[in-house]
């Protein structure tokens, strides 16, 4: 009986690291979308906004949440003298954490 206790446990524990994994692929590609859909509006180039989404993608593993994200386009966007509001970069952190998972979904293998 302890054996399938153990399996079970195991299970779940498999089951989580997937899911942190998953969460973890889902923020990067958030933050990178994020990044790209900032650059464009700060009149950014293609390369330049490329390396600027890679620096997005960075800032989000200096803390957890996303203040760290927030706080950086914030400075970009006020050095930029551009005017983005919050409340709209926080429906556009949403909007592209949802195409992310979508995106993430149609990559994987799709269990049987």
């Given at each position: 009986?302890?054996?399938?206790?153990?399996?079970?446990?195991?299970?779940?524990?498999?089951?989580?690291?997937?899911?942190?994994?998953?969460?973890?692929?889902?923020?990067?590609?958030?933050?990178?979308?994020?990044?790209?859909?900032?650059?464009?509006?700060?009149?950014?180039?293609?390369?330049?906004?490329e390396e600027y989404a890679k620096t997005?993608?960075?800032?989000?593993?200096?803390?957890?949440?996303?203040?760290?994200?927030?706080?950086?386009?914030?400075?970009?966007?006020?050095?930029?003298?551009?005017?983005?509001?919050?409340?709209?970069?926080?429906?556009?952190?949403?909007?592209?954490?949802?195409?992310?998972?979508?995106?993430?979904?149609?990559?994987?293998?799709?269990?049987?």
């Amino acid at each position: 009986m302890s054996d399938k206790f153990h399996d079970r446990e195991k299970g779940y524990e498999t089951k989580f690291k997937l899911d942190q994994e998953l969460e973890f692929k889902a923020r990067s590609r958030r933050n990178k979308l994020f990044g790209l859909w900032l650059a464009d509006k700060l009149g950014m180039g293609p390369s330049e906004a490329e390396e600027y989404a890679k620096t997005v993608v960075t800032v989000d593993l200096e803390e957890e949440g996303d203040n760290d994200v927030l706080r950086k386009v914030r400075k970009d966007i006020e050095t930029r003298g551009a005017v983005i509001s919050d409340k709209e970069l926080i429906a556009q952190l949403e909007h592209f954490h949802g195409e992310a998972v979508k995106q993430l979904e149609k990559e994987l293998p799709r269990p049987l």
